[in-house]
Structures are given as structure tokens and as C-alpha cells.
């Protein structure tokens, strides 16, 4: 049974930054490919960023790129995000996502196991 447990969310200032971890148990993280969304209210949930499981190449949203990196620890099973120059438009319910099957995805229905989100608030 494979199983997420995101960690790291908390209220920050504008300017802050932020790490999100994303614990692994019952599957390689060497086999998936990771992601992270998030979600805030009333909108639909957004891709962040996506390392894929081979070669760990890493690809951003717009909105994301240059702020924000995603890596991983094989050996800890854990996949991060981290967010540097937070903005107040960056506060949402964040998701990290594995995907099966190879290549990258950029929507959540191309993932197939999720996390419950850990929520991140950035004040003005």
C-alpha cells in the first residue's frame, strides 16, 4: 500500500521561505515520479512542479519557476519543495502527488497516489 505524508506548512511572511517534505512508504521513490499541487479556495488544484522518476529531471508552472525547486532523497524516500520569496497569492493547501507508468505529469489525474495537503499561509 502505497502512502504520502506531506509536512513543512505553516504561516510565513511575504519574503519567507518555506521546505515541504513528502514521506514515501510502500513504494520506491525511485519508480514514481513526484509532484506537487496546490489548491486554494474555490479554484481547481494546480500543478507546482514534477521530478521525473528516471533521471530526475524537474519542470516548474510559470508561477513557480525560480522560486521554487523540487528534489528528492531516494534514500529517505522523500521528495521536497522548496519555496523561497513567498508571495500571499502562493497560500494554498499544497499536495504532493506519484505518478506510475513512467514520463512526467502536469495534471492530477495523471498521478495516482496522493497526500492528505499540508496547508501553507503567506501573509502580506
Known amino acids: 500500500q502505497t502512502r504520502l505524508v506531506e509536512s513543512g506548512g505553516e504561516l510565513v511572511q511575504a519574503g519567507g521561505s518555506l521546505r515541504l517534505s513528502c514521506a514515501v512508504s510502500?513504494?520506491?521513490?525511485?519508480?514514481?515520479?513526484m509532484g506537487w499541487f496546490r489548491q486554494s479556495p474555490g479554484k481547481e488544484r494546480a500543478f507546482v512542479a514534477t521530478i521525473s522518476w528516471n533521471d530526475g529531471d524537474t519542470y516548474y508552472a510559470n508561477s513557480a519557476k525560480g522560486r521554487f525547486t523540487i528534489s528528492r532523497d531516494i534514500a529517505k524516500n522523500t521528495a521536497y519543495l522548496q519555496m523561497n520569496s513567498l508571495i500571499p497569492e502562493d497560500t494554498a493547501v499544497y499536495y504532493c502527488?506519484?505518478?506510475?507508468?513512467?514520463?512526467?505529469?502536469?495534471?492530477?489525474?495523471?498521478?495516482?497516489?496522493w497526500g492528505q495537503g499540508t496547508q501553507v499561509t503567506v501573509s502580506s
Open positions: 510502500g513504494r520506491s521513490l525511485s519508480t514514481v515520479t
Open positions: 502527488a506519484a505518478r506510475l507508468g513512467g514520463g512526467v505529469g502536469y495534471y492530477k489525474d495523471d498521478y495516482d497516489f
